[in-house]
């Protein structure tokens, strides 16, 4: 096979097929071989349900993968930023560079954004593939002491990046997360180096949070699985003597809250247990509709956000930080598979077992 690629049809159907290698390359477009390639919980839900909202074309499927890592191995006639050779991190969506999102700065809101291993129309395959064609502004060198392992997990780390941003984190602030997967970690870890003085993680799970204290040091505390929402803010503003009493509208002393989880119930303590005039991300991804305390909100004057993916500005600030080794994301490495067992690690991540698997490119 010329570009060997797992091609994903439906649910729990996937193949490995050999897809043409990009011959005649747009002059700012370049050729990556692709080393490692990340599985995240995106990756799961289509393996599990065939897709996210819009599913896989079950006639032409799609390759999967969206984080990943790799080597230059062609250039286009006018790219001078990189070389063959090159070791470099993708951010795998790429605007259309005109309309009034990309003039913004905000281009990941583009309407027209082709995002890797994304059902159209136009599909875009993703870089679980032995080559892998993208533009060359979205390839991002990494120094020589950073493993191409390593390269994978900047993905994760521009949406912590992004994240942050969104949730206006400065100094001496106190920061909660709700969830502790790998973006929650990330978003944990980004947070201290924009100045916060306090960061809590939470989680329902005690393991990953004793993960979360050895890998960063922070404080956490374990929810109440199927726990009423407002039970766990007061528990967890008594643990951490964060209460504000005499107020008439429920809350503590939490400057700005970072969900990634997608949790329902998670939502809602985070929403609780926030400052008035405080500051809520929504980073996780869980149903389409959910219960909110929309009176809890209105009534402490809330700045509630979304947040997608990554923008200006993420992925340079995302590699800087592995660079200058201020967040070490090794530790967070649980597991390398085959590229043809690229199931497998699909299913080692939905089983929930280590933080961040990596599928191995192919192999001559």
Same mark, same amino acid.
């Given at each position: 096979?010329?570009?060997?690629?797992?091609?994903?049809?439906?649910?729990?159907?996937?193949?490995?097929?050999?897809?043409?290698?990009?011959?005649?390359?747009?002059?700012?477009?370049?050729?990556?071989?692709?080393?490692?390639?990340?599985?995240?919980?995106?990756?799961?839900?289509?393996?599990?349900?065939?897709?996210?909202?819009?599913?896989?074309?079950?006639?032409?499927?799609?390759?999967?993968?969206?984080?990943? %890592? #790799? &080597? !230059?191995?062609?250039?286009?006639?006018? *790219?001078?930023?990189?070389?063959?050779?090159? $070791? /470099?991190? +993708?951010?795998?969506?790429?605007?259309?560079?005109?309309?009034?999102?990309?003039?913004?700065?905000?281009?990941?809101?583009?309407?027209?954004?082709?995002?890797?291993?994304?059902?159209?129309?136009?599909?875009?395959?993703?870089?679980?593939?032995?080559?892998?064609?993208?533009?060359?502004?979205?390839?991002?060198?990494?120094?020589?002491?950073?493993?191409?392992?390593?390269?994978?997990?900047?993905?994760?780390?521009?949406?912590?990046?992004?994240?942050?941003?969104?949730?206006?984190?400065?100094?001496?602030?106190?920061?909660?997360?709700?969830? %502790? #997967? &790998? !973006?929650?970690?990330?978003?944990?870890? *980004?947070?201290?180096?924009?100045?916060?003085? $306090? /960061?809590? +993680?939470?989680?329902?799970?005690?393991?990953?949070?004793?993960?979360?204290?050895?890998?960063?040091?922070?404080?956490?505390?374990?929810?109440?699985?199927?726990?009423?929402?407002?039970?766990?803010?007061?528990?967890?503003?008594?643990?951490?003597?964060?209460?504000?009493?005499?107020?008439?509208?429920?809350?503590?002393?939490?400057?700005?809250?970072?969900?990634?989880?997608?949790?329902?119930?998670?939502?809602?303590?985070?929403?609780?247990?926030?400052?008035?005039?405080?500051?809520?991300?929504?980073?996780?991804?869980?149903?389409?509709?959910?219960?909110?305390? !929309?009176?809890?909100?209105?009534?402490?004057?809330?700045?509630?956000?979304?947040?997608? $993916?990554?923008?200006?500005?993420?992925?340079?600030?995302?590699?800087?930080?592995?660079?200058?080794?201020?967040?070490?994301?090794?530790?967070?490495?649980?597991?390398?598979?085959?590229?043809?067992?690229?199931?497998?690690?699909?299913?080692?991540?939905?089983?929930?077992?280590?933080?961040?698997?990596?599928?191995?490119?192919?192999?001559?």
């Amino acid at each position: 096979m010329q570009n060997p690629s797992i091609v994903l049809y439906s649910s729990k159907t996937a193949k490995v097929e050999d897809k043409p290698v990009p011959d005649a390359l747009e002059p700012h477009d370049v050729l990556v071989r692709i080393a490692y390639v990340g599985v995240c919980g995106s990756d799961v839900h289509f393996w599990h349900h065939g897709g996210i909202g819009k599913p896989v074309n079950p006639t032409t499927g799609i390759v999967m993968g969206h984080e990943a %890592s #790799g &080597t !230059i191995h062609a250039i286009g006639s006018s *790219v001078t930023s990189l070389k063959p050779g090159d $070791r /470099v991190a +993708l951010e795998p969506g790429v605007p259309c560079r005109f309309c009034h999102a990309c003039k913004s700065g905000t281009y990941n809101l583009c309407r027209k954004m082709r995002f890797a291993a994304a059902p159209g129309p136009p599909d875009t395959d993703g870089c679980l593939s032995k080559f892998y064609r993208i533009a060359e502004d979205f390839c991002y060198v990494v120094p020589e002491t950073m493993g191409l392992d390593e390269a994978v997990l900047v993905e994760p780390l521009a949406v912590g990046v992004h994240a942050v941003k969104m949730g206006d984190v400065r100094p001496g602030e106190t920061v909660v997360v709700m969830g %502790s #997967g &790998t !973006i929650g970690l990330m978003c944990a870890a *980004v947070a201290r180096q924009f100045g916060a003085l $306090r /960061v809590i +993680l939470v989680d329902v799970l005690e393991k990953k949070l004793e993960f979360a204290r050895g890998f960063l040091g922070v404080e956490t505390f374990c929810a109440e699985m199927g726990g009423e929402a407002m039970d766990n803010a007061v528990k967890l503003l008594e643990r951490f003597g964060l209460e504000e009493p005499g107020t008439d509208t429920f809350g503590g002393r939490v400057d700005t809250v970072i969900e990634a989880s997608g949790a329902t119930s998670s939502i809602e303590t985070g929403i609780y247990i926030l400052r008035p005039g405080g500051k809520f991300v929504q980073t996780g991804l869980g149903k389409p509709k959910i219960e909110f305390p !929309i009176v809890a909100m209105g009534q402490k004057e809330l700045m509630v956000r979304g947040c997608f $993916r990554y923008a200006a500005g993420d992925y340079e600030l995302a590699v800087a930080y592995l660079q200058k080794g201020l967040v070490d994301v090794k530790p967070l490495i649980s597991s390398v598979s085959k590229f043809e067992d690229a199931t497998q690690a699909w299913d080692r991540t939905a089983r929930g077992e280590g933080i961040k698997n990596l599928i191995r490119g192919v192999q001559d």
